[in-house]
């Protein structure tokens, strides 16, 4: 996915979170790119004048800034909506009045999660949650006020090197419980944060030259698992027992926000962009766990394996 490019100025917004330091991290590594990173200490987004004045003199802006809590928009949409949907309009309008770029992350929560086959880019939206509601409100204000400049990718079921993901949460409850409970009926496409944002970055860099159609973009990893399958799947690469996982249904589980039981995306855009799919979500986690952030607790998970499983 490696491309070369003039000097361009990028802006990355929520780059404190998992997706926004591995962007940062992406794009100072590229020859000929100034990056700027703000996190949600730094920018909010949904005061109009603190982002018209972040966007100035910006060529791309990545916005990562995202409220995050799916069960906490139940209690509050407004203010999950203000970020997700108002604080990308403000972002929005920022880059229409200076010509940027702008890449916006979206999510699998825009979609009803009912159907059986890979939803396409264009497939009909339902969220079932307020989250997904202010998402998908936010994915409007992309495509109104820039029909020629904007990109929506969404994501889904990401894990990274910071912050706290299901990965992690797996090889930490591996050190503390022999057996593990884990949903089984509910199917997307584990995705690492770190393939993501390089994928994000060569969009960027496609749509300055012209080549990538604005849009909606799907960016998660090929295949489908369910949570129970990813679970098993960390514990065979990281050399624990899969057996001590038990798969149970979501209702062992109740959540205040309904969770899509299918949010399984199709990848078809990224040819008319000329960017790559992701690899599938098994190699994803394979380069993944090898890194110190995974591969450390899933050490300490092995060595307490042994009492655990004794016990």
Known sequence: MTETT?????????????????????????????????????????????????????????????????????????AATAVNGMGVRHLAHACAETGAVLLHVSTDYVL????????????????????????????????????????????????????????ATMLELASRRATVDVVADQYGQPTWSAVLARQVAVLGRAALAGRAPAGVYHGTAAGRTTWYGLAREVYRLSGLDPERLRPVGSAAFPRPAVRPAYGVLGHAGWARAGVSCQPSWRDQLAAALETPRFAEPAAAARAAALTLVAG
């Open 6 to 78: 003039a000097s361009t100025a990028w802006l990355v917004t929520g780059a404190g979170g998992i997706l926004g330091r591995d962007v940062l991290a992406e794009l100072n590594a590229a020859p000929g790119t100034e990056v700027t990173g703000r996190t949600r200490g730094e920018l909010d987004i949904t005061d109009p004048e603190d982002v018209r004045a972040a966007v100035a003199a910006h060529h791309v802006v990545v916005n990562c800034a995202a409220w995050t809590d799916v069960d906490g928009a139940e209690a509050d949409e407004a």
């Open 112 to 167: 009803p999660g009912d159907a059986g086959r890979p939803y396409a880019e264009d497939a009909p939206t339902g969220p079932l949650n307020a989250y997904g509601r202010g998402k998908l409100l936010g994915e409007r204000m992309v495509a109104e006020l820039l029909p020629r400049t904007g990109y929506t990718v969404r994501t889904a079921w990401l894990y990274g090197t910071h912050g706290h993901n299901f990965v």
